[in-house]
Each structure stands twice: as C-alpha cells, then as structure tokens.
Nanobody
C-alpha cells in the first residue's frame, strides 16, 4: 500500500510565497516521477498539471507558473516540494500531488494521489 500526503497549503496575500510538500511512503519500489496538479473552484474547472519531475523527461511547468514556481525532489525522503513565489489570486486552487511508481518486475506504472491541500491567494 502506498500513502501520499501533502502539506503546506494555506491563505497567503497576493505576491506572497508558499511551499508545498508531498511525501510518499509504504510499498515504494521505484519512483518514476512526482508532480503537482491543481483544480480551481467552480463548476467545470478541470484538474490541470502545474509541475512535474520525471526520470525520463526531466521537469516541466505549466506556462502560467513558469518563473514563479519551482519543483524539487528529495529522493532520499521520497518527497517532492513545490515552491510558489509571486502568488496570484488565480493560483487559488486545491493542489494535488501524485507519485508514479514502477514495478521493477512487471515494469507496470501506477499513479497514486494525495488528498489535496488548499491554497488560497487573497488580500
């Protein structure tokens, strides 16, 4: 069983900063990648990819957060961080972490999700 737990969300003023953390634990064989999605409030808003780190691709960011957000990974702790600077009201969303695990025998890739953490940017 795999557990994915986020932390670090909260209320911040526009222009402020937050750092989100996401720790994976349990039956972890090989982490192929980790990353963050977010889902803004309101009907019809879909979950969008914010940032990711992948063993095969490297790292990437949504255009809307490039230059403001930084993703980093601590492989020893199976933890991924998202440093968010210059936050804007439109960054308000529930942020979800995921971890992609690859079974070393079957090579099957499975994705596990955290429960989400709320980020609210408001004055």
């Amino acid at each position: 069983q795999v557990h994915v737990v986020e932390s670090g969300g909260g209320l911040v003023q526009p222009g402020g900063s937050l750092r989100l953390s996401c720790a994976a634990s349990g039956s972890i064989f090989s982490i192929d990648g980790m990353g963050w999605y977010r889902q803004a409030p309101g009907p019809g808003n879909q979950r969008e990819l914010v940032a990711f780190v992948s063993s095969g691709v490297g790292h990437g960011y949504a255009d809307s957060v490039k230059g403001r957000f930084t993703i980093s990974i601590d492989n020893a702790e199976d933890t991924v961080y998202l440093r968010m600077n210059s936050l804007k009201p439109e960054d308000t969303a529930v942020y979800y972490c995921y971890v992609d695990l690859r079974d070393p025998r079957s090579q099957r890739l499975d994705r596990y999700w955290g429960q989400g953490t709320q980020v609210t940017v408001s004055s």
